[in-house]
C-alpha cells in the first residue's frame, strides 16, 4: 500500500524560499516517476513538477519555471520541491504523486498524502 507524506510548508513572505519533502513507502521508489501538484484555494489540483526514474529528465509547470526545482534521493524515498522566488500565486496545498512508471507520461497512482500548505504573503 502506497503511503505519501508531505512536509515542509509554511507561511513565508514574497521573494521567499522553502523546501518541500515528501518520503513514499509501499513500493520500490527507484522504479518510480514522482511528481508534485498543487491546489490553491477555489482552484483544482494542478501540475507544478515531475522528475523520472533516474533523476535525469525533469518538468516544469510554465508558471513555476526557473524558480522551482525537484529532485529526488532514492536512499532516502523521498522527492524534493526547492521553492525559491515565491509569489502570492504560489499559495497553495502541495501534494506529491508516484508515478505508475519510471517516466511522467504514464500518469500517477490515484493515491495522495495530506499534502502540505504553503502560504505566500505580500
Known amino acids: 500500500q502506497v503511503q505519501l507524506i508531505e512536509s515542509g510548508g509554511g507561511l513565508v513572505q514574497a521573494g521567499g524560499s522553502l523546501r518541500l519533502s515528501c518520503v513514499a513507502s509501499?513500493?520500490?521508489?527507484?522504479?518510480?516517476?514522482m511528481a508534485w501538484f498543487r491546489r490553491a484555494p477555489g482552484k483544482e489540483r494542478e501540475f507544478v513538477s515531475a522528475?523520472?526514474?533516474?533523476?535525469?529528465?525533469?518538468y516544469y509547470a510554465d508558471s513555476v519555471k526557473g524558480r522551482f526545482t525537484i529532485s529526488r534521493d532514492d536512499a532516502k524515498k523521498t522527492v524534493y520541491l526547492q521553492m525559491n522566488s515565491l509569489k502570492p500565486e504560489d499559495t497553495a496545498v502541495y501534494y506529491c504523486?508516484?508515478?505508475?512508471?519510471?517516466?511522467?507520461?504514464?500518469?500517477?497512482?490515484?493515491?495522495w498524502g495530506q499534502g502540505t500548505l504553503v502560504t505566500v504573503s505580500s
Open positions: 504523486a508516484q508515478g505508475l512508471g519510471q517516466l511522467p507520461s504514464r500518469g500517477y497512482l490515484e493515491v
Open positions: 522528475i523520472n526514474w533516474s533523476g535525469g529528465t525533469k
Open positions: 509501499g513500493r520500490t521508489f527507484s522504479n518510480y516517476a
